[in-house]
């Protein structure tokens, strides 16, 4: 009865979801491919180019040079984040005095927009940076250690409360029994505590990778690509191809649907990885 109920009203709970996803995503999404194809100023100029813009974006060294300035803090971000935010989880599920109070701090961070995050480290950086004769600006190390701090300053709270969901959920007579049996705590570590929140781990690695990939709005304030472009990330450069070059709009799209092919391969990889690691633990 509660099968044939659920069967016949299914479509009125799906259907708003569905024409949501199609109007704001699925349209948007396949008309940007099909425009990544084309010459345009607005969509209703345009005219098909076939691969051209597809060969000015693989000829553009800004473009490779933004992916592997992207790639090089993402892999730094990923493995700060998820390294320092796995350690304050397993200090604060210890039996440390305030752990909320410290849990609520360290997650504060991201509940700030990526903008005034940007303009508050910008500061922060220049503050102690001018007493030497520098600006974040001067050096494009500078602006990439800046970022790789803004970063960890705002996702260490997120992924720290996740992984631990994940270690609460641990069952307290598993610990106990491996501590009965004197088993150290890296030996804990390593062979309960870590294959026990393989699914957080594969949660905040999805969440890691994806944010330093799409990060935008905090390059932008921080150093908006200075110098010269050398701290420019991927999603700032498509955004300065679509808005700041005249007659770029359809090398802008094309490198758009690039980069959501290259962040959905990197993802679902590191998906595919960790969710192996969970079957086996």
């Not at 905040?204 to 420019?232: E, H, M, V, W, Y």
Request: with cysteine; proline share 3%.
């Amino acid at each position: 009865m509660q099968g044939k109920i659920l069967s016949k009203y299914f479509p009125v709970f799906v259907l708003p979801t569905l024409l949501a996803f199609t109007i704001v995503f699925l349209i948007p999404f396949i008309a940007g491919v099909y425009l990544s194809f084309t010459s345009f100023t607005t969509v209703t100029d345009a005219s098909f180019v076939g691969l051209q813009n597809y060969k000015a974006v693989f000829s553009d060294s800004e473009f490779g040079y933004s992916f592997l300035f992207t790639f090089l803090f993402a892999v730094v971000s990923v493995i700060t984040v998820n390294l320092i935010a796995f350690g304050l989880a397993l200090l604060l599920t210890g039996k440390i005095k305030g752990t909320n109070f410290f849990r609520t701090v360290f997650f504060m961070p991201n509940l700030i927009g990526g903008i005034v995050l940007g303009y508050i480290w910008q500061l922060i950086i220049n503050g102690i940076l001018l007493r030497y004769g520098y600006s974040i600006t001067s050096n494009e190390g500078f602006g990439f250690l800046g970022l790789v701090a803004l970063m960890n300053w705002q996702m260490i709270g997120y992924m720290m409360i996740i992984y631990i969901a994940g270690i609460q959920n641990i069952p307290t007579q598993l610990l106990e029994a491996a501590k009965v049996d004197g088993a150290s705590y890296p030996t804990l570590l390593g062979k309960i505590i870590i294959p026990s929140v393989m699914p957080s781990i594969t949660i905040c690695l999805f969440l890691t990778i994806t944010n330093s990939f799409k990060l935008f709005d905090q390059n932008l304030a921080l150093t908006a690509g200075a110098p010269a472009g050398k701290t420019r990330m991927l999603a700032l450069d498509i955004y300065e191809t679509f808005y700041g070059r005249v007659g770029y709009e359809g090398i802008g799209q094309a490198k758009a649907v690039i980069f959501f092919l290259l962040v959905a391969l990197i993802s679902l990889l590191q998906l595919y990885i960790t969710s192996k690691k969970e079957h086996e633990a």
